[in-house]
């Protein structure tokens, strides 16, 4: 059990899988970023929870789900939470994604809208090239065995109690620290790191990101969007967010003062009056192929925001 919610597994193509799902109403799908879990939402769960159903997983090769020598591509993370969705007997979900997890979400947009009903991604990657550079430092030849050694016993109780000293301190500097021990702690686990090497090299190279959702943005009006990030956020810059406001202009932007790369734990309570907002005032998306094929066909010219009738 961890936040007072008990963690369950299923076991999807031979992998088990870890997830939190509490709560009743329509389903919210939580996503987390590379190389955090479920856990990473802890101050939002409960509160959300009184109006929707939460389902909050471990991706594979993170948390307590399984680390195989896998598919760790950003279209299978989405295939991955379909057939998980589909376990659960949830046909339908807004989802929610954050930092890596925002990129795993608008490829689950994308791939499987007649299951999306809206998308919020906060702090995303997937709208720009920067990132950290210890982001691209994951991908670099020698990663995992310099974590091995950092993550011996003694250097890193003396790392996570540094990270979190500084974190206490408090400052924009050092804002996500609390967040960084945790990950650093979660590296002694070699098939953690291992995993976490794959997933980094899957979207990111030594110039940055690499993948983008520039290309298929205009898609986005046939959904309801909404782009969260925190001003101060050193891991991705929020200016990304500006680009947001130029490829998907129907989508709502909203900066959090304050807040660096996990607005949803600096400001909890904030985040999740934005999460309700969200559903409260949008309508779910409605799939119709014969809307998606005209919208991929005139590409960012786009088709008109009229329903277009499926005849297919």
Same mark, same amino acid.
Not at 168 to 184: L, N
Not at 216 to 228: D, G, I, N, Q
Not at 256 to 266: K, L, N
């Given at each position: 059990?961890?936040?007072?919610?008990?963690?369950?597994?299923?076991?999807?193509? &031979?992998?088990?899988?870890?997830?939190?799902?509490?709560?009743?109403?329509?389903?919210?799908?939580?996503?987390?970023? #590379?190389?955090?879990?479920?856990?990473?939402?802890?101050?939002?769960?409960? @509160?959300? %929870?009184?109006?929707?159903?939460?389902?909050?997983?471990?991706?594979?090769?993170?948390?307590? %789900?399984?680390?195989? @020598?896998?598919?760790? %591509?950003?279209?299978?993370?989405?295939?991955? +939470?379909?057939?998980? #969705?589909?376990?659960?007997?949830?046909?339908?979900?807004?989802?929610? /994604?954050? %930092?890596?997890? /925002? /990129?795993?979400? +608008?490829?689950?947009?994308?791939?499987?809208?007649?299951? =999306?009903?809206?998308?919020?991604?906060?702090?995303?990657?997937? #709208?720009?090239?920067?990132?950290?550079?210890?982001?691209?430092?994951?991908?670099?030849? &020698?990663?995992?065995?310099?974590?091995?050694?950092? =993550?011996?016993?003694?250097?890193?109780?003396?790392?996570?109690?540094?990270?979190?000293?500084?974190?206490?301190?408090?400052?924009?500097? =050092?804002?996500?620290?609390?967040?960084?021990?945790?990950?650093?702690?979660?590296?002694?686990?070699?098939?953690?790191? @291992?995993?976490?090497?794959?997933?980094?090299?899957?979207?990111?190279?030594?110039?940055?990101?690499?993948?983008?959702?520039?290309?298929?943005?205009?898609?986005?009006?046939?959904?309801?969007?909404?782009?969260?990030? &925190?001003?101060?956020?050193?891991?991705?810059?929020?200016?990304?967010?500006?680009?947001?406001?130029? #490829?998907?202009?129907?989508?709502?932007?909203?900066?959090?003062?304050?807040?660096?790369?996990?607005?949803?734990?600096?400001?909890?309570?904030?985040?999740?009056?934005?999460?309700?907002?969200?559903?409260?005032?949008?309508?779910?998306?409605?799939?119709?192929?014969?809307?998606? @094929?005209?919208?991929?066909?005139? /590409?960012?010219?786009?088709?008109?925001?009229?329903?277009?009738?499926?005849?297919?």
């Amino acid at each position: 059990m961890t936040g007072g919610y008990d963690v369950q597994f299923v076991t999807i193509h &031979g992998h088990r899988r870890a997830f939190v799902k509490v709560g009743r109403g329509p389903a919210l799908l939580l996503l987390h970023g #590379l190389a955090c879990d479920h856990t990473t939402w802890e101050p939002v769960i409960e @509160r959300l %929870s009184r109006r929707f159903t939460v389902i909050a997983p471990d991706l594979l090769g993170h948390g307590r %789900s399984d680390k195989p @020598r896998a598919d760790y %591509s950003v279209g299978g993370y989405a295939n991955g +939470m379909r057939d998980l #969705l589909t376990v659960l007997g949830v046909d339908k979900v807004t989802v929610v /994604g954050h %930092s890596f997890g /925002g /990129g795993v979400a +608008m490829q689950f947009a994308y791939q499987f809208p007649e299951r =999306t009903e809206r998308l919020m991604v906060v702090a995303s990657g997937g #709208l720009g090239a920067e990132v950290h550079p210890g982001i691209r430092a994951i991908t670099t030849p &020698g990663f995992h065995e310099l974590m091995g050694v950092l =993550t011996l016993p003694g250097l890193r109780h003396l790392g996570v109690a540094g990270l979190r000293t500084l974190a206490a301190v408090g400052g924009r500097q =050092t804002r996500d620290f609390d967040e960084v021990a945790r990950i650093f702690d979660a590296f002694k686990d070699p098939a953690a790191r @291992r995993a976490t090497r794959h997933v980094a090299r899957a979207v990111v190279d030594w110039k940055g990101q690499i993948v983008t959702m520039a290309d298929r943005a205009y898609l986005t009006e046939a959904m309801p969007m909404w782009v969260v990030w &925190g001003r101060d956020d050193r891991v991705i810059p929020a200016r990304h967010a500006e680009t947001v406001a130029a #490829l998907a202009p129907h989508a709502r932007v909203e900066v959090i003062p304050d807040a660096g790369h996990f607005p949803h734990q600096d400001h909890p309570e904030r985040f999740c009056r934005i999460v309700e907002d969200f559903v409260r005032s949008t309508a779910p998306a409605t799939y119709s192929r014969a809307r998606f @094929r005209t919208l991929l066909r005139s /590409g960012a010219a786009s088709a008109p925001l009229e329903p277009v009738e499926d005849t297919a």
